[in-house]
């Protein structure tokens, strides 16, 4: 199985702060890479798809790069809705995985 | 609007099988395939394998190859997944999401069935 490395576990951050989460591929899943956020208690809701399209409805801060073994997630300016945790998953070839997650918690 | 309603909360003694449901709506149903991921408490996301409603294939995750099996009724809009020989490492929160089409990505999911194991 492809393996996901997520970094950091958990981020600090104040409301305005622009923060990036990074998400490593054990090999390459070319573009096949999305994000979603998660609330507690709540499903997962898609933010990126594609590594770099931005799901409908979802603000525009949101922003996500990379391609072949590496990839991030930028939120360029925090709302207090964004404390959440993320997770990155690669749906390259049959079996998908997910990241272990990103904790953003306010600092 | 495109809908995934899931059955309800389980409790299971280790040894013993469960079957979750997963009732969609709103969409053509044989368009689209259905994913299980589950999270166990306080636990990240765990993908569990995935069905064609097309046509039935599946795909599942090594480590619960042997133990998943994910059906559908097309007549009623139903995708099922069956865990068996239920240990307590099973006990989590289960989510079907419908994947993009032609593509893994989940950007509608069911509310999530509670899984409990224990003796």
């Known amino acids: 199985d492809i393996q996901l490395t997520q970094s950091p576990s958990t981020l600090s951050a104040s409301v305005g702060d622009r923060v990036t989460i990074t998400c490593r591929a054990s090999?390459?899943?070319?573009?096949?890479l999305a994000w979603y956020q998660q609330k507690p208690g709540k499903a997962p809701q898609l933010l990126i798809y594609?590594?770099?399209s931005l799901e409908s409805g979802v603000p525009s801060r949101f922003s996500g790069s990379g391609s072949g073994t590496e990839f991030t997630l930028t939120i360029s300016s925090l709302q207090p809705d964004d404390f959440a945790t993320y997770y990155c998953?690669?749906?390259?070839?049959?079996?998908?995985?997910f990241g272990q997650g990103t904790r953003l918690e306010i600092k | 609007q495109v809908q995934l309603v899931q059955s309800g909360a389980e409790v299971k003694k280790p040894g013993d099988s469960v079957r979750v449901s997963c009732k969609t709506s709103?969409?053509?149903?044989?368009?689209?395939?259905i994913a299980w991921v589950r999270q166990a408490p306080g636990q990240g996301l765990e993908w569990m394998g995935w069905?064609?409603?097309?046509?039935?294939?599946?795909n599942y995750a090594q480590k619960l190859q042997g133990r998943v099996t994910m059906t559908r009724d097309s007549s009623t809009s139903t995708v099922y997944m069956e865990l068996r020989s239920l240990r307590s490492d099973d006990t989590a929160m289960y989510y079907c999401?419908?994947?993009?089409?032609?593509?893994?990505?989940?950007?509608?999911w069911g509310q999530g069935t509670l899984v409990a194991v224990s003796s």
């Open positions: 999401a419908r994947d993009g089409f032609s593509s893994g990505w989940y950007a509608y």
């Open positions: 709103g969409y053509n149903f044989a368009s689209y395939g």
């Open positions: 069905i064609s409603v097309y046509n039935g294939n599946t």
């Open positions: 090999q390459s899943v070319s573009a096949w």
């Open positions: 594609k590594a770099s």
């Open positions: 998953q690669q749906y390259s070839g049959y079996l998908y995985t």
